[in-house]
């Protein structure tokens, strides 16, 4: 396990050619842009979390049926500020730093106050976000950071709270059909609130306003909900949302404002201010997309984890939701770097499966039904909704599927009705041994699993014109503990969730977090012209990346306008 994840990773910036063997698909072209932590120890010092990793990023690029592998570290502020000084001077979420060892106590004592209300890291290691044209690393904190999907370069740091006041952000965003941005994030004790900001960041820019076309500086907020406490705000990692509403889980794992602001003077991390209050409910919060108002009805079910929603829809009056639920937050405790070692198998037994529930919340209650019943009449769940004397509505779920996190979707039917989820199974431990395909219609899976084979995440991509919902592929980064057995890049055939190729790669390659395929433009340039150096290719190519007129410009930026040679020649082959 000490391969996989404590180990600090090589970058790879230069592409290299994998080795293809089955058939890629023709109509497969495209770039696998993935992200996750690949560094977990800098000079003497190292990381307690694996979520604490510096950023690496990482692309497939399909072009052609051959494949073209490339990395590399997110140059953060963070990352930077690290490695020059040779060991860990910014804090993560499970390890805090001290920058400045050799200080006196005065000079100490006036850090520690400037730390209680933190300048959080911009080590964006958790996710792709595509705003317009653009490309963002994210994380959890206020900071997002540009990057170039070809080259890998970071570009901008950008600060969320330059255009809505949020703490923190959720990595896991959603998209409409016109490329629009809904996320969700913490305003910490503003202007005395805490409170829940669901904004939108347009995907385009109106042509009048075209001067600083960054989509970000026509951030509107959508709706805000106040927190239940101003001093502890629920911790969520993701949302749900369906035609005509958000699905919103404010979960009795919280974060202690309070212990954080004194984190930093005790020498404790940010995890160790976030709680599970297992005495506490979860309320479910339904905001109306039209209104931009929570539904005034008080939902609420058990105290669970939640950290990935799934899917939700709206089905006669009801909304159903998926997650993948814990019964607490043991799933962060296992993560420490030193529970992930040779006593991995021991160690990182689950003590709450994460399981696949179903919920069903009714959007209308009956003033008259009687107190206890179950408002839910629809056939397709055993979910029930039952009212309360207080007219409080007690939404109990229907257990799907035991084992499984990291869940996809065909996103054409996100906030629909569906049927497929593509995972990463984890029967015994948090670490997926296989990848599943879970009917949620007929509840029945398929598995692809190889030994000594760890994978990631499961990405679905459509077949252009597909009129099924399982009618593409899937694509997943499998990492090998086996040292006779490269790292490749696993395609599947979504449908009968057998190998129709793989790409191997000799690199070393990380166990990453998520990420999204960035499908070539309609017409694709031939092969050789693009690896000739005549055209970039790439579906971004075309639309100019722009020149904003409040950022700053950093120089990589414009290569994407001009053929990018430097990548193109590959370096290595196997
Ligand atoms: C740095 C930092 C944070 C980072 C959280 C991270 C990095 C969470 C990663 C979660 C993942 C990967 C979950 C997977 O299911 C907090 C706690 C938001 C707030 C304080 C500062
Ligand atoms: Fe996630």
Known sequence: MEIIFGRNKKEHQEPVRARVTGKIPTWLQGTLLRNGPGMHTVGETRYNHWFDG???LHSFTIRDSEVYYRS????SDTYNANIEANRIVVSEFGTMAYPDPCKNIFSKAFSYLSHTIPDFTDNCLINIMKCGEDFYATTETNYIRKINPQSLETLEKVDYRKYVAVNLATSHPHYDAAGNVLNMGTSIVDKGKTKYVIFKIPATVPEDKKKGKSCLRHTEVFCSI?????LSPSYYHSFGITENYIVFLEQPFKLDILKMATAYMRGVSWASCMTFHREDKTHIHIIDQRTRKPIGTKYYTDPMVVFHHVN?????????FDVIAYKDSSLYQLFYLANLNQDFAENSKL?????LKRFAVPLH????AEVGSNLIKLVSTTATALKEKDGQVHCQPELLYEGLELPRINYVHNGKPYRYVFAAEVQWSPIPSKILKYDVLTKSSLTWGEEHCWPAEPLFVPRPGAKDEDD???LSAIVSTDPQKPPFLLILDAQSFTELARASVEVDMHLDLHGLFIPDAQEPVPAEELWAGAHSGFSISDTTVSASTDEPQAGPQSQLLIPDRSGLVPTEEP
């Not at 939700?312 to 159903?320: N, Q, R, S, V």
């Not at 003590?351 to 399981?355: A, Q």
């Not at 209650?365 to 008259?368: A, E, G, P």
């Open 226 to 230: 106040p927190s239940h406490s101003l």
């Open 312 to 320: 939700a829809y709206e089905e006669d009056g009801c909304i159903l």
């Open 365 to 368: 209650v009956d003033k008259n």
């Open 72 to 75: 590399k570290y997110l140059r």
């Open 54 to 56: 510096l950023a690496l």
């Open 472 to 474: 593409g592929i899937i």
């Open 351 to 355: 003590t709450s499966t994460p399981t």
